[in-house]
T-cell receptor, first 114, second 117 residues
């Protein structure tokens, strides 16, 4: 079955730098991949969805890449701010059908130091 | 996008009792899901709530413990029955297929933080 790997160690960076988070998957390439932000005790907030035929997607200071050869997605936050500190989750569908369930990585905690 | 509300936002319950969590969406959605997130863990899917029929449960979750209702396209409930301290968790309602936005995008409610003593 599909497995998702995100770096379980916290990522600490200085304000203003670019944060890069990694999501690797082990099995078939999904039709799309989603990134979420989660603050402590709160539900995940949808950030970006990237499809398998898209190499890159941007939204304000966020950029996501999707490399189906490497089976990897990278999530970048440019000009990072302390308010960006949160856990970031990668998610992808368990199969290729339209109703397939999303499975989630364990998330990477980002801490942006002022 | 879809705006999702959950009630209650948190509760502290005694062992052996049951709690029903409500999920309300501001628009009709195709799919509704219930997830659990235990402390320090990622999200685990409990079940898919099907409108007008029985929910579809994931391995390790059963209807007697987590009965689910979905009477229409905007509302669902999850009951945590005969609770034990191991049920302490955040319970999250999630939807896909909102009338606006991509049908693949999945949105989450704010969660219900449950503590069982």
């Amino acid at each position: 079955s599909q497995k998702i790997e995100q770096n379980s160690e916290a990522l600490n960076i200085q304000e203003g730098k670019t944060a890069t988070l990694t999501c690797n998957y082990t099995n078939y390439s999904p039709a799309y991949l989603q990134w979420y932000r989660q603050d402590p005790g709160r539900g995940p907030v949808f950030l970006l969805l990237i499809r398998e035929n898209e190499k890159e997607k941007r939204k304000e200071r966020l950029k996501v890449t999707f490399d189906t050869t490497l089976k990897q997605s990278l999530f970048h936050i440019t000009a990072s701010q302390p308010a960006d500190s949160a856990t970031y989750l990668c998610a992808l569908p368990q199969g290729r059908g339209a109703t397939n369930k999303l499975i989630f990585g364990t998330g990477t905690l980002l801490a942006v130091q002022p | 996008s879809a705006v999702i509300s959950q009630k209650p936002s948190r509760d502290i319950c005694q062992r052996g009792t049951s709690l029903t969590i409500q999920c309300q969406v501001d628009s009709q959605v195709t799919m509704m899901f219930w997830y659990r997130q235990q402390p320090g863990q990622s999200l685990t899917l409990i079940a898919t709530a099907n409108q007008g029929s029985e929910a579809t449960y994931e391995s390790g979750f059963v209807i007697d413990k987590f009965p689910i209702s979905r009477p229409n396209l905007t509302f669902s409930t999850l009951t945590v029955s005969n609770m034990s301290p191991e049920d302490s968790s955040i319970y999250l309602c999630s939807v896909r297929g909102a009338t606006s936005g991509s049908t693949d995008t999945q949105y989450f409610g704010p969660g219900t933080r449950l503590t069982v003593l």
